[in-house]
């Protein structure tokens, strides 16, 4: 009963309620798209970075992070892979070889980092394939390597070209062997295009002393990047008796996690202001609603109708202006979410020709919305929470109408 009489009450004076739905329903919008667009942008970043070979979560050695070195491996790769793929979330495993040394050629010397993967099973999938500007991928096996673009420019590679890789093997022991270019690719990140250096992992294992079931790394991907924290914690015993560690994507970048939270942050700041300038609105109609009617009020106490129900009255008011607000805001929104999803912003004029990343991490300037739906949540629960809140005080100002005094009004 109170809820059809407050529902009615909120269209008493249609012009007022369509204005104050109007600003919660921008109001959503503007959230909604900041939102999404910058949980899009993050969400590409990390599977960029995930595609890069680290994945979203790296199980590798112990103190490998403290101590690195051929050395530091984990034996029964497979067996270990096997176990951490019936985990809930978990979408694919891969293993990894990872090292550092130097590359040589007839020009010049560097150093480098080499990634070693199975090319038949990631010749598709990671981000290095995807860029690849000069030459083919890399062979299932043999002595081929894929090395970025100002690499080779450095050391005067193109494919077919061979180049000197020198580093250590897992006794400690420096090797050295001949590998010839079989590709090129250029990310746009200055770090990568100088320093990795893509090879077929059987045939590191054969150079630096591994056997086929041992690797230094394996990479994880899961369904949804942002349960990665929760997967890696839930991984960890396991890891451990196997001699490693699970780490999720927010402990390998920590640069890049440390700026995003503070991104974030911040954004939230933002939207609270908005809602903030917007909830003044939202109280002047509520509370302009009651003055109108403190007669009515006055006359519903005289009749019987105890304070209590008059709060309830008021506040199933706001309650139904809340929920209207937020299927006006829904309606207006999901064109425009639509939009940035499929489509997406372009930011290519505010960038730089030159190196874009943020915290380390490749930044693609076309950016696409993509919410997280605990962020929806969070959202809509602010936004009834706010919009409650402000209700508060027009209720108990009408619950404290006295019949005597507000019946005289004419």
Known sequence: MILKLAWRNLWRNKRRTI????????GFLLTIVFTSLSDGSYGRMID????MGAGHITVEPEDYRDHPGSD????????????????KGVKALRERVVGQGMASSAADSTGMGYIAIDPEKENDTMYFFKHIKAGSGLPGDGAHALIGSLMAKQLDLRP????VITTTDRHG???NFLVKVSGIFSTGMNEADNNIVIMPIGFVRSQIGYNSGESSHIAVYVKERWDSEKIAEKMLPLSKNYGGVSLPWSVLMPDFYGYMT???TSS???QIFIFLLISAGILNTILMGVTERM???GIMISMGMTPGKIIRLVMAEAFWLAVAGLVAGFILTAPVYWYLHVYGIDFSIFLSNGENTIGGIIFEPLVKGAIIPRHLANIIGAIMLLIMTTGLYPAFLAARTNPVETIKII
């Open 160 to 163: 077919g070209k061979k180049l």
């Open 48 to 51: 960029i970075a995930a595609d």
């Open 72 to 87: 530091k491996v984990i034996s029964n790769t497979r067996e270990l892979m096997e176990k951490l793929a019936r985990f």
């Open 295 to 297: 007669r009515e009020f």
């Open 262 to 264: 503070m991104d974030m």
């Open 268 to 270: 939230v700041i933002f």
């Open 19 to 26: 204005i104050t739905l109007i600003s919660i329903s921008f």
């Open 173 to 175: 022991q420096v090797v």
